[in-house]
């Protein structure tokens, strides 16, 4: 496994890897790897004749009061992860080199960036779509593969790369769980043992959702509803947002007679986690 921090060295090899006729798969992240991760990797291994990896904790996509510099990161750790699970390249740039000093170009996609995480952390998607665009462009992968948990920025991700014409596929992996189905997320860390089992709140909202649909209910009102009784019940987590929307528009669905995403997002003492599910009428 090769590390390398400069754009130059990094767009060189994996030019040379696809000149030679390899397929380039790309596992983009900020780092403090875990198995929802893993899973991307090994979903890359499985799709492309070589794997790129990039650890970056973007500040773009950070507000002034969030948690970018406590933001778990375990570099040496994350490596070897890397290199068991058969990554060949990881690309580990400064913010320096990301964000040259002047740098005033930004990548947005209007209006799905102003939803669900995007309403409550103004500015965060518009650092998420920048840093992968930036991404794309120096690795050139064929393949790009990200974790359905963060079903957002999925939408906006893959309406970015249709809209620009990027000739990359975007796959989409499905949510890594622990047993009792809290998702898995670099900020799971923060969690204290209290805060771990009242955490688990988010997972029974949306299996409630689920049951209330499979069941016959589709108003998105009495879905809602039904899930925000589950945090009432719940007094240490703080509710950001429950909705249920397309899953490509991110437009709330009155009524799910389609595929639908429900997701939640809220906050454990200070920490902020996301989950959500997919709604298959």
């Not at 900020?187 to 049951?211: D, E, F, H, T």
């Amino acid at each position: 496994m090769k590390l390398v921090h400069s754009i130059a060295e990094t767009r060189a090899l994996c030019r040379s890897a696809r000149s030679s006729g390899a397929r380039l798969g790309l596992v983009p992240t900020m780092g403090a790897l875990h198995e929802g991760h893993l899973s991307l990797v090994k979903a890359a291994r499985a799709k492309s004749d070589l794997v790129a990896a990039s650890i970056f904790v973007n500040p773009a996509q950070f507000g002034p009061s969030e948690d970018f510099a406590k933001y778990p990161r375990a570099l040496q750790n994350d490596c070897a992860l890397f290199e068991q699970a058969g990554v060949e390249l990881v690309f580990v740039p400064s913010v320096e080199e990301m964000y040259p000093k002047g740098a005033v170009t930004w990548v947005v996609v209007e209006g799905l960036s102003d939803r669900l995480c995007g309403k409550s952390r103004p500015g965060h998607f518009r650092g998420v779509t920048t840093v992968v665009a930036k991404l794309f462009h120096i690795v050139e992968p064929d393949v790009a593969f990200f974790g359905q948990k963060d079903g957002a920025q999925v939408a906006i991700i893959q309406r970015a790369v249709r809209d620009l014409n990027m000739p990359v596929t975007i796959e989409v992996c499905p949510i890594v769980r622990e047993t009792d189905g809290l998702a898995i997320s670099s900020r799971n860390a923060y969690l204290s043992p209290s805060g771990r089992k009242s955490a688990l709140v988010l997972y029974r909202s949306l299996m409630r959702i689920q049951r209330l649909f499979a069941s016959g209910e589709h108003d998105s009102a009495n879905l809602i509803a039904a899930a925000k009784q589950e945090f009432a019940a719940e007094p240490a987590v703080r509710l950001d947002y429950i909705e249920v929307v397309d899953p490509e528009s991110l437009e709330p669905e009155t009524v799910v007679t389609r595929r639908a995403l429900a997701a939640v997002a809220a906050f454990v003492g200070q920490t902020r986690l996301i989950d959500n599910i997919l709604l298959e009428p």
